[in-house]
């Protein structure tokens, strides 16, 4: 079973930036935060991923409260083709342990 | 750099036949794993593999599910025979390698999918 909640769907106005939360109220100590995307009729995408601290790449921002029970992928000038189902995923990052995607959040981005 | 490639994109059947799907995953990529999405679900991870072995097969409905990486490349799932629930896209991913080492991850690469739907 899946780790975290997310919100089902989200709207954002092209241009302006999409702040998608993340609860992951039981992540243990070793367990990192990882988000993934898929836009219609694709497979799923790696965006970022961070244990503690914030992390940033070209994609997008990650933001990790201090307790690490939840955080916010920060997409800051979301774009029509940011149209997607965002994935919040928990996992540690030693032995063999598997992705599980929950449902994920729908974010539309409008023109 | 080519990605992942799957075949066939979409494939209809009635229940009971067999159906089979083939990946190929990005060269040099050593781990290899297929998912199930269902509608309105995220992807479910039926097996992986490390280059020709095994590694997690505990979600593979194995009485009706098989799959195989015989030289450690390419790799193939069957299903026989299909019933209606296992209409779904089936995904396979790939990865330099499952054992990325302590901080260090190795990022899934998916193919586009195959859409199979049971009649």
């Known amino acids: 079973d899946a780790k975290t909640t997310q919100p089902p769907s989200m709207d954002c106005a092209e241009g302006r930036a999409a702040n998608l939360p993340c609860n992951h109220s039981?992540?243990?100590?070793?367990?990192?935060v990882y988000w993934y995307r898929q836009i219609h009729s694709q497979g799923p995408q790696y965006i970022i991923h961070g244990l503690k601290n914030n992390e940033t790449n070209e994609m997008a921002s990650l933001i990790i409260t201090e307790d690490r029970k939840s955080s916010t992928l920060i997409l800051p000038h979301a774009t029509l083709r940011d149209t997607a189902v965002y994935y919040c995923?928990?996992?540690?990052?030693?032995?063999?342990?598997?992705?599980?995607f929950g449902t994920g959040t729908r974010l539309l981005v409008s023109p | 750099e080519a990605g992942v490639a799957q075949s066939p994109r979409y494939k209809i059947i009635e229940k009971r036949q067999s159906v089979a799907f083939w990946c190929n995953p990005i060269s040099g990529h050593a781990t290899l794993y297929w998912y199930q999405q269902i509608l309105g679900q995220g992807p479910k991870l039926l097996i992986q593999?490390?280059?020709?072995?095994?590694?997690?097969d505990s979600q593979l409905p194995k009485d009706r599910f098989s799959a195989e990486r015989l030289k450690g490349v390419d790799s193939t799932l069957k299903i026989q025979p299909a019933k209606l629930e296992d209409s779904a896209v089936y995904l396979c991913a790939s990865s330099l390698d499952l054992m990325g080492g302590q901080g260090q991850y190795n990022e899934q690469f998916f193919g586009p999918g195959t859409r199979l739907t049971v009649l």
């Open positions: 593999f490390q280059n020709n072995g095994v590694v997690d």
């Open positions: 995923i928990v996992r540690a990052n030693t032995g063999f342990q598997k992705l599980v």
């Open positions: 039981t992540i243990s100590g070793n367990e990192y």
